[in-house]
């Protein structure tokens, strides 16, 4: 049973480029939240989708936007990147379904995007 | 809105000794807890959680956390570390069992010593 899987493992872009990472759940779960982690701090919540809407919003601006498909799987995209857009994006799945233990959220191994 | 305190950025371990971790949240209702694991260039690893019930809670690794309400702190406990637990470690807290927006502390960073 694969993790949640993400691509690319590592980009680099150039300012003011775009980028699109891409993230595929893990089996059996239905919703993808976004992370980005710059280097020496925790992740920061971007934002989460459930049947393919968003659900909830960190404090992202509008040049982070989102899609989920219909198999589950999602892309996060930045338009205008900037030098400080550069950090670990992680993707994370969970199930919506109830679970008496509390759902667990799995996180990928995130893509490294560095901007120059 | 929720936030989570970890005091200590590096904490340096012997091998063999024992490890505690600190984390303090902010949160009006009952938190849900979370410790994630993060090795060097990996994405995070959990290693357990609180939901309700018991507030000592096991992981996996030899890993345990106590939830106390009054403190506003769920510390992360290991009896013997090995060399293998160096790695950055994150205290997260959520609203509610499927809320997805997790705010997480700044991490710890853990170092073993032979």
């Known amino acids: 049973d694969a993790g949640v899987t993400q691509s690319p493992t590592h980009l680099i872009k150039t300012r003011g480029q775009q980028v699109t990472l891409r993230c595929s759940p893990k089996?059996?779960?239905?919703?993808v939240s976004w992370y980005q982690q710059a280097l020496g701090q925790g992740p920061q919540f971007i934002f989460q989708?459930?049947?393919?809407?968003?659900?909830q919003r960190g404090n992202f601006p509008d040049r982070f936007s989102g899609h989920q498909f219909p198999n589950y799987s999602s892309e996060l995209n930045v338009n205008a990147l900037l030098l400080g857009d550069s950090a670990l994006y992680l993707c994370?799945?969970?199930?919506?379904?109830?679970?008496?233990?509390?759902?667990?959220?799995?996180f990928g191994e995130g893509s490294w995007l560095t901007v120059v | 809105a929720q936030s989570v305190t970890q005091p200590d950025i590096h904490i340096t371990v012997s091998e063999g000794a024992s490890l505690e971790l600190r984390c303090n949240y902010s949160?009006?209702?009952?938190?849900?807890l979370f410790w994630y694991v993060q090795s060097p260039g990996q994405g995070l690893q959990l290693l357990l959680k609180?939901?309700?019930?018991?507030?000592l809670v096991q992981g996996i690794k030899g890993f345990e956390a106590e939830f106390k309400r009054s403190q506003s702190s769920f510390n992360l406990r290991k009896p013997s570390v090995h060399w293998s637990d160096a790695a950055e470690y994150f205290c997260?807290?959520?609203?509610?069992?499927?809320?997805?927006?997790?705010?997480f502390g700044a991490g710890t960073t853990v170092t073993v010593r032979a």
């Open positions: 997260a807290v959520g609203a509610r069992s499927n809320d997805y927006k997790l705010s």
């Open positions: 994370a799945s969970s199930w919506t379904g109830q679970d008496h233990s509390g759902n667990t959220i799995y």
């Open positions: 949160y009006g209702a009952t938190p849900y």
């Open positions: 089996s059996g779960h239905d919703t």
């Open positions: 989708y459930y049947e393919e809407e968003e659900r």
């Open positions: 609180y939901f309700s019930g018991d507030t």
